[in-house]
């Protein structure tokens, strides 16, 4: 079984700060997986740079068996990314909005299954709306929809939950859930740990730039020394402990 997403030696520099460190990943069919990390670790860096918005100093990407570089039309055409930002495009309402997402990835008769996601996502009443007069919350799940509409293999999501209410998240748990049983994957960047445990499978761990450790939840937990410990403090010891050990390092 070939892996939908595959990341090799992903590494990215900006001028004296190395954001990302020779990053490895792969994501199979069915897989939902989390990147977690402080806030600075590198993680919107490295998720940009494997949807190819972003240039890698170094990096092999292959997404659903294409190059994410030299057949990037192809690699484009089976993702689906939401950014940590929710920024859509200002002067277009929301259903022209996602015309014109439909239109770049050449989905036909999308109008059903768009109004079947507005009301999924509860936004099925601003759907005549501009995108500048909705809420943060509302732009959030208007990019969730945008990312979700032409049913892509691989979905990277950069902290999707940001202003979200508990409809839309779940929505999105719901839809994170149906792709990955049609066999696609989703690979998520969130501080949200109740949303990792709900619905991720595995979980990489991110400080400073480098993959610092991975596993099942429940092999992330026993690495916090303790049986009894939850993910949110499996997270926590990890995580210190990394920083301590790079603090001695330097000093």
């Known amino acids: ?57 170094t990096a ?21 990314f939401v950014p940590e930002l929710p920024y859509p ?33 509860d936004l099925y009443d601003k759907r005549d709306e501009l995108a500048y007069t909705l809420s943060k919350g509302m732009r959030q799940k208007l990019l969730l929809i945008s990312a979700l509409i032409h049913e892509p293999k691989v979905l990277v999501l950069d902290e999707p939950m940001i202003g979200v209410d508990p409809k839309g998240a779940r929505a999105l748990k719901d839809n994170v859930r149906a792709l990955a049983a049609r ?29 610092v450790a991975q596993g099942t939840i429940p092999e992330i937990i026993k690495l916090a020394d303790s049986k009894d410990a939850s993910l949110e403090e499996a997270f926590l010891a990890i995580t210190s402990r990394e920083t301590e050990s790079d603090n001695e390092e330097s000093s």
């Open 60 to 80: 092999r990407i292959r997404i659903c068996g294409h190059d994410a570089w030299d057949e990037g039309e192809k690699a484009r055409q089976q993702i689906g």
């Open 1 to 57: 079984m070939e892996s939908l997403l595959v990341v090799e030696k992903l590494s990215k520099r900006f001028e004296e700060v190395q954001a990302v460190k020779e990053l490895s990943l792969r994501i199979d069919p069915g897989e939902v997986v989390a990147l977690v990390g402080p806030n600075g670790c590198g993680k919107t860096t490295a998720l940009r740079c494997i949807c190819t918005i972003m240039k890698a100093d």
């Open 89 to 121: 495009y200002p002067y277009l309402t929301v259903n022209e909005h996602l015309r014109f997402i439909c239109r770049a990835y050449s989905v036909k008769g999308w109008e059903a299954r768009a109004e079947k996601l507005l009301k999924e996502f």
């Open 183 to 211: 066999g696609g994957c989703v690979l998520v960047s969130s501080h949200i740990l109740s949303l990792v445990e709900e619905v991720c499978d595995r979980v990489l761990v991110m400080v400073k730039g480098a993959l």
